[in-house]
């Protein structure tokens, strides 16, 4: 009862408009994680909180702000470590090896970076005078990212709540540690690509990687938890000091997730993790514009060439009702042959991030016809903006297909010859040479030395050592 009573304090604590003002300290993760907290500690000292941000003097994005106190503590690394070992997971991640020697790689690259994380937070409790400060200053809770551990520990350490502000963490532990129902014959693993409807092999296969989820993640922990095991005076472990948790504020949205329960605390804020959106304001000003437009429709223009890539040529040749040439390098989604219906073969026409060939095994075709499944999927919630601004100019719902599909040439910016063979319609035309910059002629050389040696090469090979060739 006690700990309901806690969690439902908390999250009337983060709705102010309905509380007065708590005072709230927040320990970040640097990066991207912060972008969007960023912007959560902002509102909520527009809504009357105090906020105290604890972040390292040594950072990618954190710094002073006018908004909230920042508190920041100095770390026994330099940014060029922190660079380094950022660059290290991404080369693992870009690492073509074979299984299992790429995966190894990345785990080792990965508790790489949480070594250097778990030394940041061994700098803060090693600083007295933070340290006093942050007991002496009666907060109310701790919003933190636990991917690191250090907020988790340290709202252990302060015997304070604490609210935790993640995308998503490894193994699963999102839901395993609020102790969420996740049914292992119909919630995939991350990794195994699997749907919620599974074949028997695919549910083994989920199961193995369910057991194995939890070793790897201890193993890439354990350095935090040997600090906080150092820092609260006893043996912890990963769930302990997650399990304390009396919010998960999880930046995903529920509908893009496979359906399964959630527990009461699980709160989905999705839309925090996205940047602002800027409206499409090169499209927009277009139409908007009055002049522009009816200049356009006087115009009696016989066609419309553009760079379909952000619809809006494509957009004003549909409301101008006229023929479009499209005239691009490529299109997300292999739209640029979808988009004409032009054939292609999943069995030996390879998708794009996939690095097949065109002679694939059955697993690679498997693969291949998974990633032209999803394609669809990923391209349509990137022009989500485009295809609804188009919607309103054209005065009717449209596709990102309804908007493609009626040009009349496809001027395409790469060589037929370095293409997988494949058959192409008829308003395809290939124009590679245009995709290059002008070539400059070949500097005029002398050819005195080549003669030399065609013409005698026996006193060439006794004097080698006066001429250098390759």
């Known amino acids: 009862m006690t700990l309901r009573l806690c969690w439902a304090w908390i999250f009337i604590l983060l709705l102010p408009g309905l509380s007065d003002g708590g005072k709230l300290l927040v320990v970040p993760m640097d990066g991207s994680h912060w972008l969007s907290m960023k912007q959560m500690v902002e509102k909520l000292v527009e809504k009357g909180h105090e906020v105290v941000v604890v972040m390292p003097e040594v950072s990618w994005r954190m710094g002073a702000a006018k908004e909230y106190t920042v508190k920041t503590f100095p770390v026994s690394y330099t940014l060029e470590e922190l660079d380094h070992s950022f660059n290290v997971i991404y080369e693992s991640h870009l690492n073509q090896g074979p299984f299992p020697l790429n995966i190894l790689q990345l785990l080792e690259s990965t508790k790489e ?30 919003l933190t990212d636990p991917i690191i551990l250090c907020g988790a520990t340290l709202a252990n350490y302060l015997s304070l709540p604490a609210v935790f502000y993640v995308r998503g963490l490894a193994c699963n532990l999102h839901y395993e540690i609020p102790q969420c129902p996740s049914p292992l014959s119909y919630v995939p693993r991350f990794f195994t690509l699997n749907s919620d409807q599974m074949t028997f092999f695919q549910r083994v296969e989920n199961a193995l990687v369910a057991f194995l989820e939890l070793e790897y993640c201890h193993h890439f922990s354990e350095d935090a938890r040997k600090l906080s095991s150092e820092v609260l005076q006893r043996d912890v472990s990963l769930q302990d000091l997650l399990s304390s948790a009396s919010i998960w504020l999880l930046r995903l949205d529920f509908v893009f997730e496979y359906v399964r329960p959630v527990m009461p605390n699980m709160v989905f804020v999705g839309g925090m993790n996205c940047a602002k959106r800027k409206p499409l304001s090169q499209c927009k000003d277009l139409f908007n514009n009055k002049e522009i437009l009816q200049y356009l429709n006087q115009s009696s223009f016989d066609a419309v060439l553009t760079d379909p890539i952000i619809l809006c040529g494509a957009t004003l040749a549909n409301y101008l009702s006229l023929p479009a040439v499209f005239f691009m390098r490529g299109f997300p989604c292999n739209l640029h ?119 005698s090469p026996e006193s060439f090979i006794k004097n080698k050592g006066k001429y250098r060739i390759i």
């Open 113 to 142: 970076m949480f070594r250097l994380f778990a030394t940041q937070c061994k700098d803060l409790f090693n600083n007295r005078e933070i340290m006093q400060y942050l007991n002496q200053s009666s907060f109310d809770a701790v």
């Open 337 to 455: 042959y979808k988009a004409p219906q032009c054939p292609s073969p999943l069995s030996y026409i390879p998708r794009l991030f996939t690095f097949n060939s065109d002679q694939m095994t059955f697993f690679q075709r498997v693969e291949n016809a998974l990633v032209d499944f999803l394609e669809l999927g990923y391209c349509n919630p990137f022009y989500e903006e485009g295809i609804k601004f188009s919607s309103e100019v054209l005065q009717r719902d449209v596709s990102l297909q309804d908007l493609l599909n009626p040009a009349s040439i496809w001027l395409l910016r790469f060589d037929f010859v370095f293409e997988y063979v494949r058959p192409v319609m008829p308003n395809m035309v290939f124009i590679g040479g245009i995709n290059c910059a002008q070539k400059k002629p070949l500097p005029k050389i002398s050819f005195g030395l080549f003669d030399r040696l065609m013409q």
